[in-house]
């Protein structure tokens, strides 16, 4: 529980009313930015982010950072790799049907394509 006492950044933090103190703000921060906190939790460290500067500060930060990693973090995948992945999940599909139908080529259902080649 808060104590209304300095804490880790120097500064106060509240009137010890809020159930969070920074420590455990900073520590649940990444499961609430992330909404794996239960609806209690989350309500607490949003309580305590609201209310200490520092850590809404640092909470906000790590939002807008998640936001430009998550935009500019976008692997483009090539359409020569997408048309051979496509190929061979036709081909293992052509396979399980065939297999299915008792009409594996060459006479075995476990026989395999190599479209990835």
Not at 46 to 72: I, K, P, Q, Y
Request: charged share 30%; hydrophobic share 35%.
């Amino acid at each position: 529980m808060a104590t209304g006492v300095s804490d880790e950044h120097g500064g106060p933090c509240g009137d010890g009313s809020n159930e969070v103190d920074c420590n455990e703000a900073v520590r649940q921060l990444y499961r609430y930015l992330d909404g794996e906190l239960n609806d209690v939790r989350r309500v607490q460290i949003s309580v305590h982010l609201d209310e200490c500067g520092w850590c809404g500060e640092a909470a906000e930060f790590e939002a807008e950072l998640r936001m430009v990693v998550a935009n500019r973090c976008k692997d483009r995948v090539p359409e020569a790799l997408k048309d051979r992945v496509a190929a061979a999940l036709r081909a293992e599909a052509t396979r399980q049907d065939a297999a299915l139908d008792g009409s594996a080529p060459g006479g075995s259902s476990t026989g395999g394509s190599d479209a990835l080649g």
